[in-house]
Structure formats: structure tokens, C-alpha cells
């Protein structure tokens, strides 16, 4: 198990499996020293956790735990690519997309759902640029999405 899986069972999270792409890609692309992921949803065993715009249906609170879900799904595609997660050595830039009522404004307060937790399982490694988008609809009806790049070494 690698240190970073340690950090996350530590957390009481387990890596899950890569989701399946719900069409025509793949979870993550490695190009050179970066690896890229797809935007992932918060699901558990393929089940999408909730749905709807978060300001309505789904609360700030309960987004920013599903952003946690869609990070731990990133990084379960970022291991399906380089192996062993110990080998990132940056998280670059994530990219947060909110689906939100229209009065709602609090889209960077749902993606530190995924911020703080690669801060928690990088530590520095962890520390990224970021953008926190409000959209209309997402996939399926989630209420977030989450993509990441990273930096490896190897």
C-alpha cells in the first residue's frame, strides 16, 4: 500500500475502484511527466451519490462531501494509469464544476471538498491551482465533477 493510501485509510477512505467512463474516454491520460484525468463524479460502486443543483436540491454541505468523492475518484484514475500514487509529486491544477441553482455563489466552498482532501493525502504534494465553476447540469444529474492534473515522477 502506498503512502498516500495510508493517508487516505487513515482519513477512513479507502481507494475505490476507477469508475467506468459513462461514454467515449478514458479515466486519466498520462503525457509525459503529467497525468490528466477525465472529470469524475461522486460514485460509489458506479451509484451516483446524489443528484441535483446544489442551493436547491443538495445542500454546500453535502456537495463539498461529494467533491471529496470525486477526488478520491481521481486519484483512483491517476493510479490506474502510473501504479502507484507514492509517484505524484504535484497536484497541478483542479478543476471544480458546480451544478447550481442560480442565486447559489458558493462554488469554491464545495470544491475544497477535493482541496482539502489531496492536501490531506499529498501534504505539499496536495497544494494545486484551482478553478470552482458554476454550471448549469452536469452528467447524470450530479450535482459536482471534478478533473485534476498532476505532476509524476518515473
Known amino acids: ?3 498516500v493510501e495510508s493517508k ?3 482519513l477512513g477512505l479507502t481507494l475505490p ?3 467506468p467512463p459513462l461514454a467515449a474516454y478514458v479515466p486519466a491520460v498520462r503525457a509525459g511527466e503529467f497525468v490528466f484525468t477525465s472529470g469524475q463524479l461522486p460514485l460509489v460502486a458506479g451509484k451516483l451519490q446524489n443528484s441535483g443543483k446544489v442551493g436547491a436540491e443538495v445542500t454546500a454541505e453535502e456537495a463539498k462531501e461529494l467533491a471529496q468523492l470525486c477526488a478520491l475518484n481521481a486519484l483512483a484514475a491517476v493510479k490506474s494509469v502510473i501504479g502507484d500514487l507514492d509517484l505524484i509529486e504535484q497536484v497541478v491544477k483542479v478543476v471544480g464544476f458546480v451544478a447550481s441553482a442560480p442565486d447559489f455563489t458558493g462554488q469554491p466552498g464545495v470544491v475544497n471538498g477535493a482541496s482539502e482532501l489531496l492536501g490531506q493525502a499529498l501534504g505539499a504534494a496536495g497544494v494545486h491551482a484551482r478553478s470552482a465553476v458554476g ?3 452536469l452528467p447524470l444529474d450530479a450535482p459536482v465533477e471534478v478533473e485534476i492534473q498532476v505532476r509524476v515522477r518515473g
Do not use: D, I, N, P
Open 1 to 3: 500500500m502506498s503512502k
Open 8 to 10: 487516505l485509510a487513515e
Open 17 to 19: 475502484e476507477v469508475a
Open 135 to 137: 454550471v448549469a447540469v
